[in-house]
């Protein structure tokens, strides 16, 4: 397994707020993707100038806004399993979401912190 990025990600239902933010420090959206869970969610790349990146992801399901640290690698079957045996959980028991360029998923470490862990079925990045 290779980790192919490395970036905070934000999951908010007030998406727009809180891509402002980040715009006003000179990110820029970078890619849009909107084919997540059929639809109901979408996921935008920011950069800025440096090279610096974050996600921010839209969600009604959630109750406040959740940080991640959003894993990118090169075999998802690979590094669910790594973080499996390394105590993680899937919140959402054995579920991934697949979409036309990506699988991922939320994981929580055993002291509580987050990943979501990608894999890209071809470049957007």
């Known amino acids: 397994m290779k980790i192919t990025g490395f ?10 707020a ?8 000179g990110f820029e959206r970078n890619h849009t993707k909107k084919d997540i869970e059929d639809g109901q969610n979408t996921n935008y790349s920011l950069k800025d100038a440096d090279g610096n990146r ?21 075999n998802f079957d690979e590094a669910y399993e790594f973080f499996i045996s390394h105590g993680f959980r899937n919140t959402r028991g054995d579920k991934v979401t697949k979409t036309s ?3 991922d998923t939320y994981l929580i470490s055993p002291s ?11 470049e957007n990045d």
């Open 112 to 122: 509580g912190f987050a990943i979501t862990l990608t894999q890209h079925l071809k």
């Open 18 to 25: 809180v891509l402002k933010v980040f715009e006003d420090l």
């Open 7 to 16: 970036r905070p990600l934000i999951v908010t239902k007030d998406v727009e």
């Open 101 to 103: 360029s990506s699988v």
């Open 54 to 74: 974050i996600n921010i992801a839209s969600s009604e399901r959630v109750p406040q806004d959740l940080l991640s640290i959003n894993i990118n690698v090169d």
